[in-house]
């Protein structure tokens, strides 16, 4: 049976992420987008991190330019750490729908009971246990999942 820890992913400098190593954890999944709009949450995710890392909460970014709006993938990580002062892992891009897609992608959509991924920054939060807790749609601002954070580190 597939889980959230079934997964690996690639880390920018090439690593494999085995989602192993989020057991236990309140896990954030972003796909993010440098030239986004919506870029400047980075800054709030950051925040987040910073705040909750120490109680179990990782954050991880999956870049993709599904719409079109990431720069080149060798840039992405340099990018975000210099404009928003990132810090949790990233990954090299990925595809968030159709064909050629991140089986990552199609578990959270799957697991969320929700389907396309419309925009970047599309948000799930998954609990200490591995299971889904919420899926945010790209407008909304991680300031606004600190409670829900905050309520699956408790749990």
């Known amino acids: ?4 820890y079934s997964f690996t992913e690639k880390e920018m400098s090439g690593q494999t992420i085995d989602f192993n190593q989020y057991r236990g954890k309140v896990l ?3 796909n993010t987008a440098s030239k986004c709009g919506l870029a400047p949450q980075l800054e709030g995710l950051e925040a987040l991190y910073q705040e909750y890392q120490s109680q179990g909460l990782a954050i991880l970014g999956l870049p993709s ?3 079109h709006q990431e720069i080149a993938a060798d840039e992405i990580s340099q ?3 210099l404009h928003y002062g990132v810090t ?3 990954t090299q891009p990925v595809l968030v729908n159709g064909e050629g897609e991140d089986p990552l992608f199609t578990y959270l959509k799957q697991a969320a009971g929700h389907g ?3 925009w970047n920054y599309t948000k799930f ?3 200490r246990n591995g299971q889904m807790i919420h899926r945010y749609s790209p407008t909304t601002a991680p300031a606004k ?4 954070i905050q309520q699956a580190l408790n749990s």
């Open 125 to 127: 939060l998954i609990g």
């Open 65 to 67: 330019n599904q719409f």
């Open 145 to 148: 999942m600190s409670s829900d």
């Open 88 to 90: 949790f892992p990233m």
């Open 1 to 4: 049976m597939c889980t959230i």
């Open 79 to 81: 990018y975000c750490q």
């Open 28 to 30: 954030l999944i972003v």
């Open 116 to 118: 396309r991924i419309k």
